[in-house]
């Protein structure tokens, strides 16, 4: 059984810490040596409370800097439930954000075309004075609801109250419709609740862990890692569902390499096993879900010779991790996963894990899924906002009613020249998101912001959405601000609040300025009514019985819950926020809706000949595209890699190392050539690659023409009929050994 010690660490000072001193410093010393030589600078050091803001764990932390002003470190602080005082590579490595020298520094304006990356420097009055102006014409030419923000990280709460203000609610984040959208859905109308974020899954306990494509340890998602080393010690057994042998394959007990694209037939035959060999948990069934009958009529001709066919697991196997799962029930968790908008039927591949994890009496019980509370924190005080004359759904043309939020792949459908939606966007704020990176069918993207009569981007770094921008508004780093107070679900209640550890670097500002200074000139200064935002968030912390005093001293916060509910109670009467009051096995609020109410399995489109499926996941040491040029996590990786089985290799005459273009089953072909990994880790029927690579954009000199985009491959999308998810694994990609020559139109 592989051990604690065996799996990827997260230490305070572990693989990431070796990277983060102050630009230029190298530390060579032993591990032992760093920690005593770190013990005797924390006695001069000066820290100020953080959380992390390169990826959405929002690990809190402290931020260490000398006597001179100079950042030295990030660790983790020590009673934060996220990450009990240990952060990830990528954490430690954040403070190469503050040092890149490639950030944005002061606010342009476009002098070009769109998309030509041309701008001349500009004063915030002018840039600011700019943008109040443009959105201030559209709202009375168009009506303001026609202004959408897209966004991503804690500046979209900013400028959701100023589009709030203004009389527009579309405000989207992409990772709802690109990610976790499906599952949020498909619990929903399971349980009757979401699986939210930090997930409320109970790791630590757990007996038995199935995970269907999460790669815990490559997305680096902190407190599950931590967690999952402890189970792994204790004893827990895990079983990987993936095309690919990930590294939590190699912690497995059993590891199923699964067809790309079958995962639902697989779950039906566990589904069929638990429930015809009676391994369910009866009491829990009878007693808390609602359609089990119509389940098990549903999945009875579902057995593990069918999903034979259809998966190439061998049914043998079916069984046993079947019931694997049964004899560590309740403490079993089938993993929602986080990135599981795949194939386009993904509400219902969702809907079958949630089903599954019923069944075993997972949900409410220890080593499952606890029942997570939050320390609802207080909006500053401001009048109602004006109702919208049409609102984010009237983009949707009726389409995917069971979404509960916006989704920013149809606003870009909503914005293009030839759109015939109720709702039409003429202008695009886009905080911190890099959408030509981030939405799959990139020229979608770029007809869109051609289109559109006014852009304003607001961002760190020069990405490539920068380019299209008509004004770029240049955020500082979240060491160098202040920001909202993290509230994020958990175990215990709790709060955790960002200091600026450093004044800001160049001529840059923080999003809550800016959108206040926005407000301002738009005459909305009553939805601002704090001069400040220390005042703002000290109001806040007042209101939840602390200061912004102290927190600056403490960073965390951890309340009592309300009540003494982690877990159900054996035999507690349990009324769930469904239409039944049950769990349902079977979705009536899905069958109302016209969908099925019980998942069923679709098969998909397979490569053409000479063609490999499209996969692509995370890596420890970076989040999406925008850590590519952080000058500490490229030292980690600097590029992508494609994975290749040995058998393609030979067949398609290629080496490891050897360095290739791939071209897509619609002829887009990859604009920089990617290095081949050679590996009996992947399928032979797919191809894999790290997303966040191949950036375009000069300005990122570390990281320009550096591996390959898997985005700029994704031409197929396969949308979820449910909720609008967007599914991107039906790609498909062939190998060159020379870069072909792009067809003359």
Not at 153 to 162: I, R, V, W
Not at 200 to 210: A, F, H, K, L, P
Not at 509 to 521: D, N
Not at 686 to 707: A, D, I, P, T
Request: proline share 6%.
């Amino acid at each position: 059984m592989a051990s604690r010690r065996d799996f990827l660490r997260v230490s305070a000072f572990g693989i990431g810490g070796m990277f983060v001193a102050a630009a230029g410093l190298k530390l060579q010393a032993s591990i032992s040596d760093l920690n005593e030589r770190s013990d005797k600078l924390y006695l001069n050091l000066i820290k100020t409370p953080t959380y992390c803001e390169v990826c959405f764990w929002k690990c809190a932390g402290w931020v260490y800097k000398t006597d001179e002003g100079e950042i030295w470190k990030i660790v983790g602080n020590e009673i934060d439930q996220h990450c009990n005082g240990r952060f990830c590579p990528r954490g430690t490595g954040g403070v190469g954000m503050y040092h890149d020298e490639a950030r944005l520094k002061t606010p342009l304006i476009r002098t070009g075309e769109r998309g030509e990356q041309k701008f001349r420097k500009a004063s915030w009055e002018e840039a600011l004075d700019m943008v109040a102006k443009n959105l201030q014409n559209i709202a009375d030419k168009h009506g303001p609801e026609t202004i959408a923000l897209l966004s991503h990280g804690s500046g979209g709460k900013y400028f959701t109250n100023l589009i709030k203000a203004l009389g527009s609610d579309s405000s989207a984040a992409p990772s709802f419709s690109q990610c976790k959208g499906p599952r949020e859905i498909a619990f929903l109308n399971t349980f009757g609740e979401e699986v939210l974020s930090p997930e409320r899954t109970d790791i630590r306990d757990t007996r038995c862990m199935v995970l269907i494509g999460a790669h815990i340890g490559e997305n680096m998602h902190n407190g599950q890692v931590q967690e999952m080393s402890d189970a792994i010690d204790k004893g827990a057994s895990i079983i990987t569902v993936d095309p690919r042998f990930s590294v939590v394959a190699g912690k497995s007990k059993f590891w199923l390499p699964v067809k790309p694209a079958t995962d639902i037939a697989l779950l039906l035959a566990w589904i069929h096993v638990i429930i015809y060999e009676n391994q369910y948990d009866a009491g829990y069934v009878e007693k808390y879900t609602y359609g089990f009958d119509y389940l098990k009529q549903h999945v009875k001709n579902f057995t593990p010779e069918w999903a034979y066919g259809i998966t190439t697991i061998k049914p043998g196997t079916i069984r046993e991790t079947a019931r694997e799962m049964a004899n560590a029930s309740p403490a079993v968790i089938i993993h929602p996963g986080r990135h599981v908008t795949w194939y386009g039927d993904d509400t219902q591949r969702l809907r079958a894990v949630a089903i599954l994890n019923a069944l075993l009496g997972s949900w409410g019980r220890r080593g499952g899924f606890y029942q997570p509370e939050s320390m609802p924190v207080p909006s500053a005080p401001h009048p109602p906002y004006p109702k919208p004359r049409k609102t984010w759904r009237d983009a949707l043309n009726g389409k995917f009613n069971m979404t509960e939020l916006p989704l920013a792949s149809e606003f870009v459908e909503a914005s293009l020249p030839d759109s015939d939606r109720d709702l039409q966007y003429k202008a695009w704020i886009v905080n911190g998101t890099n959408l030509i990176f981030t939405l799959p069918d990139q020229q979608k993207t770029i007809d869109a912001l051609k289109n559109l009569e006014f852009v304003a981007v607001v961002d760190t770094m020069p990405m490539e959405i920068t380019a299209w921008a008509d004004v770029i508004l240049p955020e500082c780093t979240y060491l160098e601000r202040y920001d909202s107070i993290r509230n994020s679900p958990h175990r215990l209640p709790s709060i955790a609040v960002r200091i600026p550890a450093v004044d800001p670097k160049y001529d840059t500002r923080s999003a809550w300025w800016m959108a206040r200074e926005i407000g301002l000139r738009m005459g909305l200064d009553d939805y601002f009514p704090f001069e400040t935002q220390e005042e703002e968030l000290d109001w806040q912390l007042k209101e939840l019985g602390t200061s912004l005093e102290e927190m600056t001293r403490k960073g965390v916060k951890n309340f009592e819950r309300s009540w003494d509910d982690l877990y159900i109670a054996k035999g507690q009467e349990m009324e769930f926020f469904t239409n039944t009051g049950k769990i349902e096995l079977y979705s009536t609020s899905m069958a109302a809706a016209g969908f099925d109410p019980l998942p069923v399995y679709t098969k998909h489109e397979l490569p053409p000949a000479g063609f490999y499926r499209l996969n692509y996941g995370r890596a420890p040491m970076h989040t999406f595209s925008r850590t590519s040029n952080n000058p500490n996590l490229t030292d980690l990786m600097a590029e992508n890699t494609l994975w290749v089985n040995p058998k393609i290799s030979k067949i398609e005459g290629i080496e490891n190392d050897q360095y290739v273009w791939l071209e897509n089953s619609k002829g887009i072909i990859s604009t920089f050539p990617i290095k081949v990994r050679v590996t009996e880790r992947i399928r032979w029927d797919s191809v894999y690659m790290v997303h966040g690579f191949g950036h375009q954009n000069k300005m990122l000199e570390r990281c320009f023409g550096k591996g390959a985009s898997d985005t700029e491959l994704m031409s197929i999308v396969h949308k979820d009929p449910v909720m609008g998810g967007t599914g991107m694994r039906g790609n498909f990609v062939r190998i060159h050994i020379e870069k072909p020559q792009e067809e003359l139109s």
